[in-house]
């Protein structure tokens, strides 16, 4: 197992691709060299696909948050949150109806409420105004104002009674 | 859908198949910090559908590989955050000419038991790297800087400790099994 003769199996514009896709980091010149590696030969394919595997195995056996206990943990975990997920939306939508339903009863109550007080304000309102109207009329002929009011002069009268009493 | 017991069925079958199937799923083209998440999403969905598996139509991984798959082509569809799960560039790679290689994952139980035993046979300078890399989860740039050296040399290096390992776990597992 000798590392310099392993390395010099790969040309050094794949290896350079394979050091940057699997250890970063991720740069705008990746992409560029992603679109050339598909000059690749098959061989230096399948040792990108090679070192992609090793990579992820390592990964999962040294990284403590990629163990196997680890990813069992998770998953319980993000399954127990759906679950929670799904009954707080279930409690929040018969929340939502409920409280929906209970509106409508209440605006159904408020609209009749509306509607017999004004049918009483509008009754009350024209008692008010016929009895007003009785009571007025008369009142109107009988007023004493009425009887006080001068009445206009008969001009020709009182010419005629004027020169009566200078004759 | 009832609870996911970590000791019932469904635990062993994940304990049993997780490390091939996260495996896979890096080998369509996701994302190193998403396989976990993909992985997971893969398994969620065949316990939902639990009842949908029969065993006299494959195997309990091939299904598992085939949501897998779907999963991981949905993403490549999307747009927003979960695309960005999948490196597309590396997909088109991988699903070029190595698309039909990412059935070949191994599937060999004593996998990560065979690593370990290669990396107790690198040598002290090289298991560091390797630490710093996985455990630490330090990019070669990062390594470089804590280590006073370039990130290409500290990608170069990394290369040669993994082509090290490479041929160590051909030699233990057989050539067929690993290339």
């Known amino acids: ?167 | 859908m009832d609870d996911l017991d970590p000791h019932g069925p469904f635990a062993a079958l994940v304990a049993e198949h997780q490390a091939v199937l996260r495996t896979f799923v890096r080998m369509l083209g996701v994302q190193p910090m998403w396989v976990d998440d993909v992985a997971q999403e893969v398994f969620l969905i065949a316990y939902r559908r639990f009842q949908d598996f029969d065993p006299s139509q494959g195997e309990f991984l091939a299904w598992l590989r085939g949501i897998a798959r779907k999963v991981v082509a949905n993403d490549r569809r999307r747009e927003g955050a979960r695309a960005r799960r999948v490196n597309i560039d590396l997909a088109q790679l991988l699903t070029g000419d190595l698309g039909e290689h990412a059935e070949e994952v191994p599937v060999h139980g004593d996998l990560h038991e065979v690593l370990r035993s290669c990396l107790e046979h690198l040598p002290a300078h090289s298991r560091q790297l390797m630490r710093m890399r996985y455990e630490e989860d330090l990019d070669a740039e990062r390594m470089g800087a804590s280590l006073g050296r370039d990130g290409n040399a500290v990608r170069q290096a990394l290369f040669r400790v993994r082509e090290v390992l490479r041929r160590c776990m051909s030699t233990k597992l057989g050539s067929e099994a690993w290339s």
């Open chain 1, 1 to 167: 197992m000798n590392p310099q003769s392993a390395q010099e199996e790969l040309e050094p514009d794949a290896q350079a691709l394979l050091g940057r896709i699997i250890d970063g980091p991720p740069g705008p010149a990746l992409h560029e060299q992603i679109q050339s590696a598909r000059r690749l030969s098959p061989a230096e394919r399948q040792r990108l696909r090679q070192h992609l595997l090793l990579d992820e195995i390592l990964s999962q056996s040294l990284a403590p948050e990629r163990s196997a206990d680890a990813f069992l943990a998770g998953l319980i975990q993000r399954h127990r949150c759906e679950q929670d997920g799904e009954a707080f939306t279930n409690r929040v939508m018969e929340r939502i109806e409920a409280r929906g339903t209970a509106r409508l009863r209440k605006t159904g109550w408020f609209l009749l409420e509306i509607a017999g007080l004004s049918a009483a304000a509008l009754l009350l309102l024209g008692t008010f105004l016929a009895m007003g109207e009785l009571v007025s009329m008369p009142h109107l002929h009988s007023s004493p104002r009425v009887s006080h009011v001068p009445r206009p002069i008969d001009l020709n009268a009182t010419l005629a009674a004027t020169t009566r009493e200078l004759e």
